[in-house]
């Protein structure tokens, strides 16, 4: 990858929103597992990443902080990730999934509700993240900006070898990641409700003129996570009806139940 990746980040039509901090170094963390053994480190530098390449367990590696351009032109090198797919890494995609035969770039968006945001400031209630993985025969490679996430209870099951995730492969585990990001949509839809519940109590008790804006910044977020839903639809049923080798046909039966969710 050249530094034309770096110009994108920088200076493109929809950059990442805090990508350029080069001063960061990036949180990298390992976890390797199979059904028998589990190992889990936090690594300096991201050449302690390699040797689990050639290892037959299955290998999840999490970048937070998309700071550093060297970091990823050296995964890139290793993993043989195309240098266009790195640059998407480094920019804001739509929700997506690209078949490259030996791997498959998935990009989903990851929706938090910030409970400090002032919507009758006009702050949003939704702050995004967005999601980038490389699933290949026997790892993932995740990408994403903020380090708080909503994959810590997908850790601690593996950290337990709770459920069948210690004894599945790495389509698996990107499934489960998919999920978890899914499931935190529903959290995000009860506090909507929640607060849209807090506003007709007002509008009737005491229905002062400032209350509309509140109103008016509650659909926006409504209508904001509405057009995030169809573009990772879109996504997941592209991955469930993929003929990669990379993905089994037990997975694509709880991929399925992921797409029901983003139907619900």
């Given at each position: 990858m050249d530094r034309s990746?770096?110009?994108?980040?920088?200076?493109?039509?929809?950059?990442?929103?805090?990508?350029g901090k080069p001063g960061e170094a990036p949180k990298i963390t390992v976890i390797d597992y199979d059904?028998?053994?589990?190992?889990?480190?936090?690594?300096?530098?991201?050449?302690?990443?390699?040797?689990?390449?050639?290892?037959?367990?299955?290998?999840?590696?999490?970048?937070?902080?998309?700071?550093?351009?060297?970091?990823?032109?050296?995964l890139g090198s290793c993993y043989g990730i195309h240098p266009l797919?790195?640059?998407?890494?480094?920019?804001?995609?739509?929700?997506?999934?690209?078949?490259?035969?030996?791997?498959?770039?998935?990009?989903?968006?990851?929706?938090?509700?910030?409970?400090?945001?002032?919507?009758?400031?006009?702050?949003?209630?939704?702050?995004v993240d967005q999601v980038s993985m490389i699933l290949g025969p026997n790892f993932i490679i995740s990408f994403k900006e903020k380090e708080v996430d909503v994959f810590n209870p997908l850790r601690d099951r593996l950290r337990m070898a709770r459920g069948r995730i210690r004894k599945q492969g790495a389509d698996y585990l990107a499934y489960s990641m998919m999920d978890s990001i899914v499931d935190h949509y529903f959290v995000i839809m009860e506090r909507l409700g929640e607060r849209f519940e807090e506003l007709e109590d007002m509008v009737v008790a005491n229905p002062e003129?400032?209350?509309?804006?509140?109103?008016y910044n509650l659909k926006r977020d409504m209508l904001f996570m509405r057009k995030s839903v169809w573009p990772l639809?879109?996504?997941?049923?592209?991955?469930q009806r993929t003929d990669s080798h990379l993905v089994s046909e037990t997975t694509k039966i709880y991929l399925r139940d992921v797409y029901d969710h983003t139907i619900r």
């Open positions: 990746g770096e110009a994108a980040c920088v200076n493109g039509p929809d950059p990442h929103p805090t990508c059904d028998q053994s589990y190992h889990e480190v936090e690594v300096k530098d991201v050449a302690e990443c390699f040797p689990f390449k050639q290892k037959p367990t299955v290998t999840w590696i999490n970048i937070d902080g998309l700071h550093q351009v060297d970091v990823l032109e050296k797919v790195l640059e998407d890494i480094l920019t804001d995609q739509r929700p997506k999934v690209e078949d490259y035969d030996d791997y498959i770039f998935i990009v989903l968006k990851m929706l938090y509700y910030n409970e400090n945001g002032d919507d009758t400031l006009g702050d949003t209630k939704i702050d003129p400032g209350i509309l804006p509140t109103i639809r879109e996504a997941i049923s592209r991955l």
